[in-house]
Each structure stands twice: as structure tokens, then as C-alpha cells.
């Protein structure tokens, strides 16, 4: 799996899946929630989202080259990050499963397909599986392919609906108070917090100039854009709204203006449901990832296992259990969304501090500063015998070959690392008389 | 082995064509052997006989060296291994008495194809000369445009029994020099008894497990090739083989056509590589398209067009998907054979093929007209990128089963899985599709959209970022 990716890819996954997978139900179900006043929530909703994509972004720059999984486990200890990445992988799956259905649902009902759940779900596995295989990185390719087809896409139907809008539909604005918005926004929070997944590639990132506001501008670009197509399907829907499924096909039908035109605007429908496998391919990678941290996975073929036990459950789940109203019952309305507070707002917010405190923990750094080779970071990778770099940390004791060649003591490297940290007297004695026993055998 | 005339003769007993004839000069007994049918007669007599037959003194191996040095290539084998492998290269050797060392003199005269214009890549206006099957004459019309130091070529010999030689060419400072490395051990480690052409050698430079993508450029023009290298790539001649293979290679080069360089001005260039690209997807996709359209979703066509094509599949016997295979089945049979048939021959099966086969299917409704037509557009699509042809005739027939049992759907979800794959491909470092995805500004200046040679320039201080496997932040 190779999992760095560049910031123009992520500018443009930000996007993606922000505005992928928000033009199906969910305006509609939003509309449940808080009537007209549904565009609303989403943007509260989008705001709070945007809160916690600063923290997270905040806590890629304090990083020093560490994962989530050695972040977490540093901080909450081995157990706590396990319990963390349990519930990551089921939120990420949850997701992509009720979008996935809804998606089969669009394809039903708009693109007279006739299909099954297995027909439709598993050469979508197949080409998502193919690229959460290849990691982050050929997501990120796969994204700049993409993009400016789903872009012009969306655009396009964005924008000739508009002139059938009736924006009065919209007004009065906050008619049943602040409340119902409020109530709208925290029943449909489990279908946001998309930018959880960046999490996930944390010491996979390259951040230079300006990538905080670049990648926060790509967040409200891709929310301003969720927003207006919902605006514009309140507005052509009116109170009819709450009953519509599959909000983007509805939007687009209002295109359909002579019967000498074709329904063309489902090519852009077809087109924008792409968006959709590449959000579904991004969050089923971080589910791989969540379940390989749980499990200390770290090879191909145990991806691959990871993977397939995700297929297994995305093909039987659906067909034994009524999902979307477990979903909707349960997460939406339920208690269940408090469940995911943790991963979705909790861990992101507190992510800056955890990684203070891991980076503070380990120092990674200050071993390569302080290596008497002076050729540190090659000092590190070259240790033989006893050089090991789980969380930045060297252990043991052994040969350091330097870039010069010259061999040097291990224990001088490790000298500044977690060892180190013990600078009481009895740990210097200790290490004194370790020493002196070196040097007599 | 020691050098043994006897044993040496012994070896090549069975050879009808091996001449034998000894001179006698100052009471010294020497022994000219040579191939007839690989020696010119006539370098014998000016580089091998006069010489030897004008010393002064008795001859000996360095006698002869000194005499023969400037009147062809020639060198000193000791040992009946190195001398076998020479004799076999067209080499004349000459035995001494009383020497264990023999001379081989480059006496060859193989025929050769001239320098003539490639039948596959002809251009409106540039240069017309092409490789052809001697490796040293490729080299040296690649060195005629490389008038530099730079320019290094590394001799590798491949083959057991045909020890072929394979030479790669580069830029030093410009090409990679890791690929360079690479590609020089990839080759060394070719173990087959024989390379007869370039595609032997590009089969084991082709990293795609699948090989169903090209990673390997094949080139017949010296230009450019050398344009290639300029652009820090790397160029493996191979003896007997018109092709030069160049590496890394991206998706972008075959968009890319010699005119466009030459004749187009950016402008048109730009426009030629966009048609290209629709011809690519025309191609591989209209027939999926046109099959999901019928079956799934035909509410999408205009009403008028509706009408028309309700009223021409009409009657027809078989089901739109199947209709559609056998067109593009047809189609396929009537390429082959006329890739196989005499140029004058071929002529009139393509007409027999497109108007008399075409229209009379439709006539005796077996097939409906806009499925033929549909057919057509997207065989002559296949040839934009000539070099991509059967990739595309297999994608083609993938995507319209796709779009004949799972709809426009099914057609996405090829795509995605297609752009999927190939995005994954790297060659030596390189993404294949670079600089697409990964963007990479600089290169992207003669992808789709080709800016004027002068900014180009500019734009690239060195060779192309993605030939280097550097991508942009």
C-alpha cells in the first residue's frame, strides 16, 4: 500500500467527498428533520465539520512524521487506540454502506436498471477493492482523473435547475425557531465529519506553504457547493421535499423542460455518482487501515483479508438486516450517533494534543539531532542489530554505520531517545556500571 | 579454451560456407578463415590479403595489427570461445604459425535495408529517414543529431545463439541515471536462446504483469527517438530490429505525433491530440454506450432520434447487445484480413467489407443501420493510436458487454476500474500517466494542451520531471 499523497490530490479529495454521496437522500432526509429550513442544518453542521478540519489540520503540522495508529497508542495507550480504530472502521463502513444503498436505489429508480443488491454491489467492491489495495496514493491519481468531469457535472446541474428555483419556498427562514435547525442538524450529523479521513494520513501528507488554508478553502468549496444544490432542492421541492429520495436525480429532472430533449442530463447524473466510489474507495481504505491498526496488519496479503471480510459484510449485512432503518432509527434518530461523537468530533479536536504530547513522548527528532555520527538520519535507518524504529524510539544496542562508514556506538544514538528521558542519578550509575561490565567482558 | 587452429576448424567442420586459404609470406604459414556467405569478398582482398601480402618482415600478430589497424575494425582473440564468437559475427580470422592468437579483421558484408522512410509513421513535413535492421546504423543516425559527449551507449549482448547486441543509448546528466542502471541489469539478466527483435527485449522491460498496457515505447524515427533522449529517456537499439524501444514511457507520448512538432502549430496540435482523445474514447466506448442506451436507458435519447432508431432496429433478429458483438466481431475479422492481404488485394476487401457486406446486412435486416454505423465509427476510432489497436479492441468488447448487462452503470464502473489500473502503472518510477496524475505543471505543457516550442524550453530547465518519477507537490 502506498499511501502518500500529494496536496493538490488532497485539495481535490476534499472536494470530492465533501460534495460525493450529499445528493442522495440525505437533502431529503434533512428535510424531515428541519422542513425548509434543512440548508440550514447542513450549514451548521458544515461549520462545526470545518472547526474540527482546522484541528485535525492543526495536529498534521505539529506532526513529526508519525501514523494515527502510533499517535493514538503513545497517547491512549495500545488498548484505547484499538477501541478508537473499532469504532473509526464500523463508522466508515456504516457510511459507505447506507450511501452505497442509496446509491443502488438511484440506479433503480432513475436509470431503469433492473438489478439486486449482489449485482450491483459487487463490481463496485471490485473496482474499490482494486484501489484500497493500491492505498492512498491511487486514490489521489484516480481523483485528479476525475475531477473536473464530476465538477462540470455537478455545475451543470446546478445550474440549470436554478432558473426553475422558487427561492420563496425557502422563507420564512427559522419559522419553527432555532431549535428544529438545531434538531435537524445534530439527527443528521452521522452522514458528515467527511474530513475524518484525513486522520488517516497523518505522516503521509506532504504539508508546505499554505496547506491549512488550501486545504480548508477545498472543504468550504465543496460545502458551498453541497449547500447550494441543497438550497436548490428545497427551493424547486417546497414541502414536497422531505418525500423525495435520491435528491440529485430530482434536481436534474427539472432539466427535462421539452420532451424533444432526452433525459441528458443522467450522463451527469452517471458521471457524478464516480464522486461517489472515489468517497467510498477513500473511507473503505480507512477502514482497511483502522482494522490492520487493530489487528497490527502490516502486509499485502493481510490487506487483502482485511478487505475481504469488509466485502463480506457490505454483500450479507444488507440482505439480513433492515440497514437503512437501523440507520435512520437507531444512528440518525437514535442514541447511536452519540457513539460516533468520539471518532467524529472527540478524537479530531483533541488530535493537536495527542500529537503534542506523542511527539513529546518518543522525540524522534532529537535522536537524529543529537547522534554523535552527525549523519543521523542515515545513522538511524543503518543501525544493525539492534536499531528499531517502532515509534521513533531505538532500542537495544548495537552497530551504527554511518554515511562516512565510520561504526559508531548504538547506544550513543539511543542515548537521546525514551532511555535517555531517565536522567536520575540511579539510571546514570546504572549506566556506568553497565559500562564498565562492557568493557571487562 | 586455448587458441587451437585444428580444434577451431574441427569446430566448424559442418559448415559448407567456411573458406579456408593459407598464405605463405617470408616462409611464415598464415590462415585466413572466413564465412563466404557473412564476408564481403572485396573487404577481404583490400583489409585481410593486400596487407598481409605487402609486409616487409615475417609476420606476426602485431605486424598485421599495425598493417590492418586503419583499414578496418579488427582486434586480437586468444582464445577459441571469443574467436567463434567473432568468425560467427562475419569476422575473417587469421592464424599465425607459431602464435596462439589469431586476428579477426571486420570483413562483413550483410545486406542491409537502406535508410528509408518508416511505412507506419510517415509525416507531412520533418525528417524521413528511419531506422532499419543494423544496430550500428541506428546509432549512428541517432549520433548524427547528438552531436554531444553526453551521449553514451552501453553495449549489452543478449541471446545465447543469436548474441544479439543490444545497445542503450542515454544523455548522461539528462537521462535518470538509476533507470539507466536499471534498465542496463534488466537487460544483462535476459536469459533466452534468441532475441530476433526489439519486442523480445521490450517484453522483459514491460513491468505490466497483465501486458495489457504499453509501457514501452516503440519508435521507428531517429528524430524522434532523439527527442526522446533530449527529454532524459532512455533508447535500447537492438541489432535486427527497425524498432528502438525508448523508457520510461507514459500515456501521453501516444497522443503525441511527429506533425504536431513539425507541421501543426500548437494550435492545431492541441486540437489533433483533443480529437485523439474523443477517437480513444469514441472507440472504446460508443458501442457500450449505444448497447445500455437501447437496453436501460433509452429515455435518455432526444425523441426524434428515439424514433429513428425504434424504426431501424425493427425486425432485427437478434438482441441489441448481440447485434452489436457481431458488427464489432465483422469488423475485427475484415482488420485482420486485410493486415494479412496484398496492399492491392486489401483495397478491395475494405470495400467489399464496408459497403458491400455492411449495406447488404442491413438490406436483408440481419443488422440495423445505426449499430453498423456505430460499429464503424468506433473501428476507425481504434486507429488514432495505431499503436494501442488491440488494446483497444479488447476494451472495446469488455465495455460493451459491461454496457449490454449492467447499463451505463456497468460502463462507469469499467471506466473507473480501467483509470484505476492505469493510474497504479509505473515505469522505472515513472507514472504512466504522468503528468495527468500526478500533475506535474511543467510536463503538462506538451500533454493535451501544447504550448509553443520556446515556452517548453523554458518551462523545462533539464529532461521532463516524469521521466524522472518526480511529481508535483
Redesign the interface.
Known amino acids: 500500500m502506498n499511501n502518500s499523497i500529494k496536496q493538490t490530490q488532497l485539495i481535490l479529495l476534499m472536494v470530492l467527498v465533501i460534495a460525493g454521496g450529499k445528493f442522495l437522500s440525505l437533502p431529503g432526509l434533512m428535510a424531515q428533520f428541519a422542513g425548509r429550513d434543512s440548508w440550514i442544518s447542513m450549514t451548521l453542521l458544515f461549520v462545526i465539520d470545518l472547526v474540527c478540519l482546522c484541528f485535525v489540520l492543526w495536529a498534521i503540522k505539529l506532526n513529526k512524521g508519525k501514523q494515527l495508529n502510533e499517535i493514538l497508542t503513545d497517547t491512549l495507550s495500545p488498548v484505547g487506540a484499538k477501541i478508537i480504530f473499532a469504532i473509526y472502521a464500523v463508522f466508515f463502513i456504516l457510511r459507505i454502506m447506507g450511501g452505497l444503498i442509496d446509491t443502488m436505489d438511484l440506479v433503480l429508480s432513475s436509470l431503469s436498471v433492473v438489478t439486486n443488491w449482489i449485482a450491483f454491489i459487487v463490481p463496485m467492491l471490485i473496482v474499490i477493492g482494486f484501489n484500497v489495495l493500491k492505498g492512498a496514493r491511487n486514490v489521489g491519481r484516480l481523483a485528479q482523473i476525475f475531477f473536473f468531469f464530476i465538477f462540470i457535472s455537478v455545475l451543470l446541474i446546478l445550474f440549470l435547475s436554478y432558473k426553475h428555483a422558487d427561492f420563496s419556498n425557502l422563507q420564512p427562514y427559522v419559522a419553527d425557531g432555532f431549535g428544529v435547525v438545531a434538531k435537524g442538524a445534530l439527527n443528521a450529523s452521522f452522514w458528515f465529519s467527511d474530513c475524518v479521513f484525513l486522520v488517516f494520513l497523518m505522516g503521509s501528507v506532504t504539508t508546505n506553504k499554505l496547506f491549512g488554508i488550501k486545504i480548508s478553502g477545498a472543504f468550504v468549496f465543496g460545502a458551498i457547493l453541497t449547500v447550494m444544490l441543497d438550497i436548490v432542492f428545497l427551493s424547486l421541492f417546497g414541502m414536497l421535499a422531505q418525500y423525495s429520495t435520491s435528491a440529485l436525480a430530482k434536481v436534474s429532472g427539472f432539466n427535462l423542460t421539452s420532451s424533444s430533449y432526452g433525459r441528458l442530463d443522467w450522463i451527469f447524473v452517471v458521471i457524478w455518482l464516480s464522486s461517489i466510489v472515489i468517497k467510498s474507495i477513500l473511507f473503505l481504505w480507512a477502514a482497511t487501515m483502522s482494522i490492520s491498526y487493530i489487528f497490527n496488519v502490516k502486509s499485502k496479503k493481510g490487506y487483502a483479508i482485511i478487505y475481504g471480510v469488509i466485502c463480506l459484510a457490505f454483500i450479507v449485512m444488507p440482505l439480513i438486516l433492515p440497514l437503512e432503518t437501523f440507520i435512520d432509527d437507531f444512528i440518525c434518530q437514535g442514541v447511536g450517533k452519540y457513539f460516533f461523537f468520539s471518532v467524529q468530533y472527540l478524537i479530531p479536536l483533541l488530535l493537536p494534543l495527542l500529537t503534542y504530547l506523542s511527539n513529546k513522548k518518543s522525540k524522534p527528532q532529537s535522536l537524529q539531532e543529537d547522534c554523535d555520527c552527525n549523519q543521523n538520519a542515515d545513522c538511524m535507518q543503518r543501525m544493525e542489530g539492534a536499531a528499531t524504529r517502532g515509534n521513533g524510539q531505538i532500542e537495544g544496542s548495537g552497530n551504527c554505520l554511518c554515511k562516512d562508514g565510520a561504526p559508531s556506538d548504538a547506544r550513543l544514538c539511543e542515548s537521546n531517545g525514551k532511555q535517555d528521558d531517565k536522567k536520575g542519578l540511579f539510571n546514570r550509575v546504572k549506566r556506568l556500571w553497565k559500562k564498565i561490565t562492557a568493557k571487562k567482558a | 579454451m586455448r587458441m587451437n587452429k585444428q580444434q577451431f576448424l574441427q569446430n566448424f567442420s559442418e559448415f559448407s560456407d567456411l573458406k579456408h586459404r593459407t598464405l605463405k609470406v617470408y616462409g611464415s604459414q598464415l590462415d585466413v578463415i572466413y564465412l563466404d556467405t557473412m564476408c564481403a569478398s572485396d573487404k577481404i582482398t583490400d583489409f585481410v590479403a593486400k596487407p598481409i601480402l605487402s609486409l616487409d618482415r615475417k609476420p606476426t600478430v602485431e605486424n598485421c595489427m599495425e598493417k590492418i589497424l586503419f583499414g578496418a575494425d579488427c582486434l586480437i582473440v586468444d582464445n577459441l570461445q571469443d574467436a567463434s564468437k567473432e568468425f560467427l559475427d562475419g569476422k575473417t580470422l587469421i592464424f599465425f604459425q607459431d602464435d596462439e592468437r589469431a586476428v579477426a579483421v571486420d570483413t562483413k558484408g550483410i545486406e542491409y535495408r537502406a535508410v528509408a522512410e518508416p511505412p507506419t509513421s510517415r509525416v507531412t513535413k520533418g525528417p524521413r529517414e528511419g531506422f532499419n535492421e543494423n544496430v550500428k546504423t541506428n546509432v549512428m543516425l541517432l549520433r548524427k543529431r547528438l552531436k554531444t559527449a553526453d551521449f553514451k551507449v552501453q553495449n549489452v549482448t543478449v541471446g545465447d545463439k543469436t548474441n544479439t547486441l543490444v545497445s542503450v543509448c542515454y544523455i548522461k546528466d539528462l537521462a535518470d541515471k538509476k533507470t539507466v542502471k536499471k534498465i542496463v541489469g534488466k537487460i544483462k539478466q535476459i536469459k533466452m536462446d534468441g532475441v530476433l527483435d526489439s519486442s523480445y527485449i521490450a517484453a522483459y522491460l514491460d513491468p505490466d504483469r497483465t501486458k495489457l498496457f504499453k509501457l514501452v515505447g516503440s519508435i521507428e524515427k531517429p528524430d524522434v527517438v532523439a527527442s526522446k533522449l533530449l527529454e532524459g529517456r532512455v533508447a535500447v537499439v537492438v541489432d535486427g530490429s527497425p524498432i528502438v524501444l525508448t523508457l520510461p514511457y507514459t500515456f501521453i507520448e501516444d497522443m503525441q505525433s511527429p506533425d504536431d512538432y513539425y507541421y501543426n502549430t500548437p494550435q492545431t496540435a492541441t486540437i489533433a491530440r483533443i480529437l485523439r482523445l474523443i477517437a480513444m474514447v469514441f472507440a472504446v466506448m460508443l458501442p457500450a454506450i449505444y448497447v445500455a442506451l437501447q437496453l436501460?436507458?433509452y429515455?435518455?435519447?432526444?425523441?426524434?432520434?428515439?424514433l429513428t432508431i425504434i424504426s431501424s432496429v425493427q425486425g432485427i433478429p437478434f438482441p441489441p447487445l448481440l447485434e452489436m458483438l457481431v458488427v464489432i466481431l465483422l469488423f475485427d475479422i475484415l482488420r485482420e484480413a486485410n493486415a494479412r492481404m496484398p496492399q492491392i488485394a486489401g483495397l478491395s476487401l475494405s470495400i467489399v467489407g464496408a459497403i458491400i457486406l455492411g449495406d447488404a446486412a442491413v438490406q436483408a435486416g440481419l443488422l440495423s443501420a445505426p449499430a453498423v454505423m456505430i460499429g464503424a465509427l468506433s473501428g476507425i476510432g481504434l486507429y488514432a493510436m495505431p499503436d494501442n489497436t488491440m488494446l483497444f479492441t479488447l476494451l472495446r468488447l469488455a465495455f460493451t458487454i459491461l454496457g449490454g448487462t449492467?447499463?451505463?452503470?456497468?460502463v462507469?464502473?469499467g471506466?473507473?476500474?480501467v483509470?484505476?489500473?492505469v493510474?497504479?502503472l509505473e515505469d522505472f518510477g515513472t507514472?504512466y500517466?504522468a503528468p495527468?496524475?500526478?500533475?506535474i505543471s511543467s510536463d503538462k505543457m506538451d500533454a493535451i494542451v501544447k504550448k509553443p516550442i520556446e515556452e517548453l524550453q523554458q518551462a523545462r530547465e533539464h529532461s521532463a520531471l516524469s521521466v524522472r518519477g518526480k511529481?508535483?507537490?
Open positions: 436501460f436507458h429515455q435518455m435519447l432526444p425523441s426524434k432520434f428515439l449492467i447499463g451505463i452503470i456497468g462507469l464502473l471506466t473507473m476500474m483509470v484505476s489500473y493510474v497504479s507514472p500517466l495527468i496524475a500526478p500533475s511529481e508535483e507537490d
